[in-house]
T-cell receptor
């Protein structure tokens, strides 16, 4: 699986959009981009995934660049409950093993 | 909702004890996983299983074994617990391979194990 690079930490004001970047410059054509988050003392939670096209669900939007070498997770209106560590993972869909990096610690403040 | 249930939230065991961590999922998922999480090291894969009675080593299998006798249950065994196995243990499950609308892993809430 391709390696990903994320900033160690980010801050965001409550009510504003949180934009979390991820670099995956060695991604292969059959690899998906997945995002998970882990709120303190809980197991990681699936957020969204995509291959080439931008994706949106009730939790977030995923923007993938045309060359697929980077992506951005967008939380449109961050709340205090979105404070968590966010993991960007690249994975071949047919391969079940997920490898987690150290992620981005997002702090949402009043 | 998919549920992955880990039998204990907190556990304290003595050095040398045999420890069983149990995980049960209710979505008929083929794949199950055990991770441990330590500060500064993130989540590391210990073992995983693609099917009943099948198991494969992850990145850090030493000191652990697993058992999957039924599809819904995946047990992690510490044969002789040591203090360096004090950690948060997380179980996860996922559906079969090659499914475009694969929603990834579902994790349990974790078991915080302390070995004294």
């Amino acid at each position: 699986d391709a390696k990903t690079t994320q900033p160690t930490s980010m801050d965001c004001a409550e009510g504003r959009a949180a934009n979390l970047p991820c670099n995956h410059s060695t991604i292969s054509g059959n690899e998906y981009v997945y995002w998970y988050r882990q709120i303190h003392s809980q197991g990681p939670q699936y957020i969204i995934h995509g291959l080439k096209n931008n994706e949106t669900n009730e939790m977030a939007s995923l923007i993938i660049t045309e060359d697929r070498k980077s992506s951005t997770l967008i939380l449109p209106h961050a709340t205090l409950r979105d404070t968590a560590v966010y993991y960007c993972i690249v994975r071949v869909s047919t391969a079940s093993k997920l490898t987690f990096g150290t992620g981005t610690r997002l702090q949402v403040t009043l | 909702d998919v549920k992955v249930t880990q039998s204990s939230r907190y556990l304290v065991k003595r050095t040398g004890e045999k420890v069983f961590l149990e995980c049960v999922q209710d979505m008929d998922h083929e794949n199950m996983f055990w991770y441990r999480q330590d500060p500064g090291l993130g989540l590391r894969l210990i073992y995983f299983s693609y099917d009943v009675k099948m198991k494969e080593k992850g990145d850090i299998p030493e000191g652990y074994s697993v058992s999957r006798e039924k599809k819904e249950r995946f047990s992690l065994i510490l044969e002789s617990a040591s203090t360096n196995q004090t950690s948060m243990y997380l179980c996860a499950s996922s559906s079969g391979t090659g499914i475009p609308k694969d929603y990834g892993y579902t994790f349990g809430s974790g078991t915080r194990l302390t070995v004294v």
